[in-house]
């Protein structure tokens, strides 16, 4: 079964920008893998933020963004928010089955 | 308003079966793909497997970690979907999610299984 990574863990100041990734051990990701984000509060259901790449649902803050980049998934907040504090997942999918990173803890400081 | 609740969680011993249930509402149910996550204690989100809407033939795909051990099937009547889990192991506890689309989610039902 393919490996999705990410970083384990990011800084961010409040208002900054920060770029989380994510990336898969079989090569480069791209569009036909639908990479989705979510976010991931403690005590919460997961939150869903990005699906198929870049599209946006509509409780989805207009400061994060999903892109690929460098052969990987992206999602990029621009001007984090104290409450963007999370863990963020990506998920990956490979032809029938889907793989989730192992998450990127966010903290704003 | 999408909801989905789950149900069916508890305390089950090693070897043990479970049927968790999600029930749907608030959308047309019959072609939505479903789908199953779980988090263990300190553990990241793992996908478990869907079932796809009837317009899809509603068929199934699992997670290699849980293919012939779990069962993901789903009643179109009741709007429902179900997650049976066989041999059970200990390290199946956790919290399990069932989605719509992987966009909306259930607030989760929690498994513990030990002796």
């Known amino acids: 079964q393919a490996v999705v990574t990410q970083e384990p863990s990011l800084t961010v100041s409040p208002g900054g920008t920060v770029t989380l990734t994510c990336g898969s051990s079989?090569?480069?990701?791209?569009?036909?893998?639908?990479p989705c984000w979510f976010q991931r509060k403690p005590g919460q259901a997961p939150r869903t933020l990005i699906y198929d790449t870049n599209n946006k649902l509509s409780w989805t803050p207009a400061r994060f963004s999903g892109s690929l980049l460098g052969g990987k998934g992206a999602l990029t907040l621009s001007g984090a928010q104290p409450e963007d504090e999370a863990e963020y997942y990506c998920?990956?999918?490979?032809?029938?089955?889907?793989?989730f990173g192992g998450g990127t803890k966010l903290t704003v400081l | 308003e999408v909801q989905l609740v789950e149900s069916g969680g508890g305390l089950i011993k090693p070897g043990g079966s479970l049927r968790l249930s999600c029930a749907a509402s608030g959308f047309t149910f019959i072609n939505v793909w479903m789908t199953w996550v779980r988090q263990a204690p300190g553990k990241g989100l793992e996908w478990l497997g869907r079932v796809k809407g009837r317009a899809h033939g509603g068929t199934t795909d699992y997670a290699e970690s849980v293919r012939g051990r779990f069962t993901i099937s789903r009643d179109d009547s009741k709007n429902m979907v179900f997650l049976q889990m066989d041999s059970l192991k200990s390290e199946d506890t956790a919290v399990y999610y069932c989605?719509?689309?992987?966009?909306?989610w259930g607030q989760g039902t929690l498994v513990t299984v030990s002796s």
């Open positions: 998920l990956l999918s490979y032809s029938d089955v889907r793989v």
């Open positions: 989605s719509r689309d992987l966009h909306y």
């Open positions: 079989i090569g480069a990701v791209t569009s036909d893998q639908y």
